[in-house]
């Protein structure tokens, strides 16, 4: 354990020594946020009330925040991982002394740590400025183990995808499919509550709600309630992702080893 | 008329300079400091029609800089330049028709495609008609041995194999100069030889001339007339190869087997011994001051000679030691 | 015109390298496509719900969207180059094309075709098949729309790039700047009040490659045609000028690269 951590602060080093590239990568989510208020702005006016399906402006506004916090700064892996496949290089990899996907996944938590940071804190400002501070602070408390775990899942799920250049000529389609199935279904541009009930509860048990929605509800109505399930929902799809991803990985050493890379 | 004229190149290069760290980051983007580097003080030469030149200086020289004002790409600072009759970096379009380049680290052959393709691609940027483009493929195919490259994705050639290739393309438009900027790097001593052949034997048929640069002695030996040698971004030394050769090389080496044990304080009048063996010594001689046949006979008293082996210093270390008077006169200034 | 048949040739060889890689070509077409389908899907979610954005309906979202598609799709074909303009810049790679004789900026932009841009130009048209608006004239009109859009977006790209000859890797600018493009160019223009507009005119062109052209194709008016072949004129005549300043510093070697 104590390598990865050594990696992971590697990383981290390495990505302070050019802060100007990171903050300028996360400029992106200033007019992401801007937009998203104009749109729901005048949405809310249209619908004549001051809440849809439960949810303010403001809240609905801070919704946007996290989600957008969250999709920004996932780890990037599939591509990483598909290039380590392609050009040979994981077949070096495994003959170091440490596990290939515990490697990428504590050099990309720094790069999506660091990220979800200046995301958070650039489009948090710009929230705050259009509406007012979040509707409780205490959920940013319920918040942080869920970040956590929402990346994890979406380490697995995008290592999976990576994995697969082992079979398949060409991963970039699975990744932009993925990426969208979760903008939907995960509610990263509208809040899944506004959706059509048989939606919804299609959303509700797929792993995409428990990476994005599941984390940026709860900030905007904390409640203990909501973080256990919450908590459970991303539990469950981890042992099912990692366990899948584990399962892989295996797979792909021994075609690696059989065919010689 | 000269092929290339050369007269009083300069060119100054500003560096932004900046410390490392956090806090340089931050002074460099208030405050840049800027460091003057003169890459090419002041060059002047000639090229005939046909010529084979080579320029070779080390890293740093200005080779690669001058190289870029001859074909247009960088306006100098200062001085003039004629090549085929244009001034380079006001007609580089023009130029660009009649002039051939190899950038040894810029390839031109796209990638992913046989060679053939690239082929006929150039074919088109110069305005050949099909006809010509196939006729010429097929002459520079065999010149250069690589028709059975051809179809080949270029990615899968050796790096030998793709710069025979390169060469190739670049002569596809029959241009009257060719510049190559350091084409040996990286080839194995196969390789090499087999492109400086290619491009001795275009040069000869089809009048190319060629500059050439490159910090490889051994590409000037085998290809080149005429040298000139640039140091600090200045000509240091230019004259034929032959003559440098005769003019630099009054040391030979020599080494012998004896039948008998060699002493080990093995001595022979006017001559230094380098290295002692049981049977066989290593020896250097002056040939300005001790005659071959001098020599000769003095080896050969010295015992029953079994094999002798008589060989010129390399050109590299004639070059090494051109810099090094250059290098000891720039300090002295 | 010789300078048609140099493109040609290119766009020839670039298709040809694609096609190296059959599949992942394919991959990327079809991947595209079903990605810009399931990202729609939001937006019929969206006004499934909500009617629609101060009269902006779904019909009008189709048509955008389609634009915006077709036109991105169009400049990834055939001047794929535009999107590693900065990159070329940086690596000294501009050299290879200085040393040629045709135009510098055509030769770059035209050397490489982006595969998943034949699924977003693919699937632009078929947003407007869809939109509920199609007619055999709109299609001649969608057909111009999006080439004029394709130029203003080309144009906006090379624009940004060029600046790399000045400040070194703008990487990151130009991914913000391209993604702020396309977002503001398919979000409904009935969101923005005047000062945004003025912006989505004119610091980002965003009005010019999505709303504009749509209403174009909707119907026929000489005031949205002027507008747009204007604002392609002014954009494509901003960005030659631009690189060819920037080419100047780069030629006299003030600009980065620098190998002795």
Not at chain 2, 155 to 170: D, F, I, P, T, W
Not at chain 3, 81 to 105: A, Q
Request: aromatic residues 12%.
């Amino acid at each position: 354990m104590k390598k990865y951590w050594a990696i992971f602060k590697l990383q981290l080093a390495n990505g302070l020594a050019y802060p100007g590239e990171f903050i300028g990568r996360s400029l992106l989510i200033l007019p992401f946020m801007w937009i998203f208020f104009q749109l729901w702005r005048v949405t809310f006016e249209a619908s004549g009330g001051a809440e849809i399906n439960g949810l303010t402006l403001r809240s609905t506004l801070w919704y946007l925040v996290i989600a957008e916090v969250i999709e920004l700064s996932r780890p990037r892996v599939a591509n990483t991982i598909s290039e380590a496949v392609k050009d040979g290089s994981i077949a070096y990899i495994l003959s170091k002394p440490y596990n290939f996907l515990w490697y990428h996944y504590s050099s990309s938590l720094a790069d999506t740590i660091f990220r979800a940071l200046l995301n958070l804190v650039l489009g948090g400002g710009v929230a705050w400025l259009l509406v007012g501070p979040p509707p409780s602070l205490w959920g940013l408390l319920a918040v942080l183990p869920l970040l956590m775990g929402a990346w994890a899942l979406n380490y697995c799920i995008a290592a999976l995808i990576g994995l697969l250049a082992f079979w398949v000529e060409d991963t970039s389609a699975f990744q932009w499919i993925y990426q969208k199935l979760a903008f939907i279904l995960g509610g990263l541009l509208i809040p899944l509550d506004f959706y059509p009930a048989w939606l919804r509860s299609i959303a509700d048990v797929l792993p995409f709600s428990a990476v994005t929605y599941a984390p940026a509800r709860l900030f905007v109505e904390p409640s203990l309630n909501g973080f256990l399930a919450a908590l459970g929902q991303q539990a469950l799809w981890l042992l099912v992702f990692a366990g899948g991803l584990g399962l892989l990985y295996r797979r792909s050493v021994t075609v690696l080893t059989v065919n010689g890379g | 008329m000269a092929a290339i004229t050369v007269r009083e190149l300069r060119k100054t290069f500003q560096t932004k300079h900046k410390a490392a760290g956090l806090r340089g980051s931050f002074r460099s983007l208030f405050r840049p400091q800027y460091a003057t580097v003169e890459a090419v003080r002041g060059i002047s030469f000639e090229m005939e029609p046909g010529e084979l030149l080579g320029f070779i200086g080390p890293n740093g020289a200005g080779k690669s800089t001058t190289i870029k004002m001859l074909t247009g790409i960088l306006h100098p600072t200062a001085g003039e330049a004629d090549v085929l009759g244009y001034c380079p970096w006001r007609e580089r379009q023009k130029l660009a028709h009649h002039i051939g380049t190899v950038f040894g680290q810029r390839p031109q052959l796209w990638y992913h495609l046989p060679a053939m393709d690239t082929f006929t691609l150039f074919g088109k940027i110069y305005d050949l008609d099909d006809a010509e483009t196939r006729r010429r493929i097929a002459f520079l195919a065999e010149a250069f041995e690589i028709q059975d490259l051809l179809d080949t994705p270029v990615r899968k050639l050796s790096l030998g194999q793709r710069m025979r290739c390169e060469v190739a393309a670049s002569l596809l438009h029959r241009p009257r100069l060719l510049l190559l900027d350091e084409p040996s790097i990286g080839l194995d001593v196969v390789a090499k030889q087999h492109i400086r052949d290619a491009i001795r034997t275009m040069s000869r048929e089809e009048g190319v001339g060629v500059l050439l640069t490159s910090h490889d002695a051994g590409d000037l030996e085998a290809l080149c007339h005429r040298v000139i040698i640039v140091h600090h971004g200045q000509i240091v030394y230019q004259d034929k190869v032959s003559n440098l050769k005769r003019k630099f090389l009054t040391r030979k080496t020599v080494e012998v087997r004896y039948a008998e044990e060699v002493a080990k304080d093995f001595h022979l009048e006017g001559m230094q011994t380098l290295k002692t063996g049981r049977y066989g010594v290593k020896l250097e001689f002056d040939t300005q001051r001790t005659p071959a046949d001098a020599v000769l006979a003095r080896l050969s008293a010295a015992g029953t000679l079994v094999d002798i082996t008589i060989s010129d210093p390399p050109l590299e270390e004639v070059i090494a030691r051109i810099y090094e008077s250059a290098a000891s006169e720039v300090d002295g200034q | 015109m010789s300078h048609l048949k140099f493109l040609l040739a290119v766009w020839k060889a670039n298709l040809q390298s694609a096609m190296e890689y059959r599949v992942s070509f394919l991959a990327q077409m079809f991947g595209m496509i079903a990605n810009n389908a399931i990202y729609f899907l939001i937006w019929v979610i969206f006004f499934d719900r909500f009617k629609d954005v101060r009269g902006w309906g779904l019909g009008d979202m189709y048509i955008t969207f389609g634009i915006a598609a077709s036109a991105v799709g169009l400049v990834s074909i055939l001047f794929g180059n535009t999107f590693s303009l900065g990159d070329i810049i940086t690596r000294g790679r501009l050299d290879y094309y200085l040393s040629l004789p045709r135009p510098v900026l055509l030769h770059t932009i035209s050397s490489r075709m982006i595969s998943s841009g034949m699924g977003d130009f693919i699937y632009g048209f078929l947003s407007y098949a869809v939109s509920g608006s199609f007619s055999w004239d709109g299609l001649l009109r969608f057909v111009l729309a999006v080439m004029l859009a394709a130029v203003v977006f080309g144009a906006f790209l090379i624009l940004v790039q060029s600046l790399t000859f000045w400040i070194g890797s703008t990487n990151n600018l130009v991914q913000l700047a391209t993604n702020a493009m396309v977002t503001f160019a398919i979000y409904p223009i009935t969101l923005f009040d005047r000062m945004a507009k003025l912006i989505l005119f004119t610091v980002i062109p965003a009005a010019l490659i999505g709303t504009v052209p749509a209403e174009f194709t909707r119907q026929f008016t000489w005031q949205t045609l002027a507008l747009l072949l204007g604002g392609a004129a002014v954009f494509l005549a901003l960005a030659i000028v631009v690189f060819q300043l920037g080419l100047r510093r780069y030629e006299s070697g003030s600009a980065i690269q620098i190998e002795v």
